[in-house]
């Protein structure tokens, strides 16, 4: 089998990122920013032999670090917002649920569960 050598280009990469970070708000039930160093560092590691299989990975273990605290606290009513800077730097905070959340979740109650 020849696996050929053809790299995505940035605009793909970063699509795959954006995708990814969508998913995994969608699933966890929260707000979820990235900032340009954690983007980079994607960015990079997408360039290596594993191409973007470990974007999944690699975000999602970010941001279960970032809301670890987050889900002892659970608090009604809010939503949880989550900003991932870096691999190293993260931070989370609960902002009230608007209308837009309810529908949101009335939607996405298709096919996930949601809490409002």
């Known amino acids: 089998m020849t696996v050929g050598d053809n790299r995505l280009g940035l605009?793909?990469?970063?699509?795959?990122?954006?995708?990814?970070r969508q998913n995994i708000a969608v699933e966890l039930d929260c707000d979820l920013t990235l900032g340009e160093p954690i983007k980079e560092e994607l960015t990079t590691a997408a360039?290596?032999?594993?191409?973007?299989?470990?974007?999944?990975?690699?975000?999602?273990?970010?941001?279960?670090?970032?809301?670890?605290?987050?889900?002892?606290?659970?608090?009604?009513?809010?939503?949880?917002?989550?900003?991932?800077?870096?691999?190293?730097?993260?931070?989370?905070?609960?902002?009230?649920?608007?209308?837009i959340d309810i529908d949101d979740c009335m939607i996405a109650s298709i096919s996930y569960d949601c809490d409002y």
């Open 11 to 20: 605009k793909a990469i970063h699509r795959i990122i954006d995708l990814t």
């Open 47 to 99: 360039n290596t032999e594993f191409g973007c299989r470990l974007i999944d990975s690699r975000l999602r273990n970010v941001v279960l670090r970032a809301i670890r605290p987050a889900l002892s606290e659970e608090i009604p009513d809010k939503k949880l917002v989550v900003h991932i800077e870096s691999e190293d730097e993260m931070r989370y905070a609960w902002r009230d649920v608007t209308e």
